[in-house]
């Protein structure tokens, strides 16, 4: 039995189902609702925090933990290949968008536009969502930058900083709020990963009260 | 050539140093302000974070992985052993303090108190530092929680989830901040951690003008 505890928009959560879609692992979804701090959820990974992967006895939480799990123990698809050097860039991008990207984008813009409407913490902040928009032009154009110089995010080969990176842009894409067109090199980039089967389940999601925008499932956006 | 960009607070940094030692690996010190955003620092690391190791052509920055990079490159010394779900269990760790802790406490009490000062940028403020010393208790709860169950942290080895807790609790000891007395389990883990000869350099920093606490150097603390 594989569940994986995921939240529609969380990137984190939207990382893992496609990095199991590439390794065809299957797995049953199971929608949390983490800022509800489920009791039951919380025996799980007690830091509260999406994604968590259950795997038979093993519960995995956290995305770098789940990420490295994948590799140890469904090697045969891999997404961290490479030399040491190369690992190590991949590794670097994972925190990259984990860390810096989460900070400077998804800690406005998606979390304004989001949680605080599921949690009904009052009205999307608009000086937020602003800095947010800045500060995501700048992460498209460093995703332009990388994939002027390499086939993908990490280096040759498709890996998980192509999935973690892709993921946070679907869920901000899903509200309608990626500037694709000022971005021509990430939109080609981005447009390479669209079209994967491991991406279609992504495609399809339809939230609740919370239609995507129009461009989220058109592959020639 | 071995060098370690960091700064002398910097847990991220603190737990590298002690990695090295641990791995018996030698390296020069550079103390960067990376506040600064210096550019031959940014071509090192363009997310102008701490701590970039480099290791003679390599250069490696974010501590998940150059802590998987020492891992692979340096294995004599393993840092993360066990079975694949053990290995799950230590990397779930380093997250709950590369995040967790550093959102609840480093966030609040340690920027509060050296980053603020260091740069100028004002006062510290008092509300976030209460309430990052309210986290830390709980913190230093849970750290008890796994060492009452476990021998070490991320379970029978001393792994990077001892080195990356007790990096963040050597800055806030620091400062004098951690309440060891009312935490008997975390002080007693602590009291092995820095008995251990790869912590030695750590206690022996002096940062200028801010000098340790009374308890940061004693092993009998």
């Known amino acids: 039995m594989r569940r994986l505890y995921h939240y529609w928009l969380c990137p984190e959560s939207r990382a893992v189902r496609i990095a199991l879609c590439e390794k065809k692992i299957d797995f049953d979804l199971e929608f949390e609702k983490h800022w509800e701090c489920r009791e039951d959820f919380l025996s799980l990974n007690p830091s509260g925090r999406l994604p968590v992967f259950i795997d038979g006895d093993s519960i995995v939480s956290e995305i770098y933990a789940i990420f490295e799990y994948l590799e140890e123990s469904y090697p ?50 608009s000086t937020a969502i602003r800095a947010g928009k800045i500060n995501l032009s700048a992460h498209l154009d460093y995703i332009g930058y990388l994939v002027e110089r390499r086939r993908w995010l990490g280096g040759d080969h498709f890996s998980y900083a192509d999935i973690i990176a892709a993921a946070h842009l679907s869920a901000l894409d899903y509200l309608g709020d990626v500037p694709w067109e000022r971005h021509s090199e990430a939109k080609e980039w981005y447009a390479r990963i669209k079209s994967r089967p491991s991406f279609r389940t992504l495609l399809q999601d339809n939230i609740p009260g919370m239609r995507p925008s129009r461009q989220y499932m058109n592959l020639d956006f």
Do not use: N, Y
């Open 76 to 125: 045969d698809v891999p997404l961290l290949q490479g030399s040491v050097q190369e690992r190590a860039e991949i590794r670097r991008l994972i925190s990259w968008f984990t860390k810096k990207f989460s900070d400077d984008v998804e800690g406005t813009l998606l979390k304004e536009k989001t949680i605080k409407r599921f949690t009904g913490k009052g009205a999307p902040c």
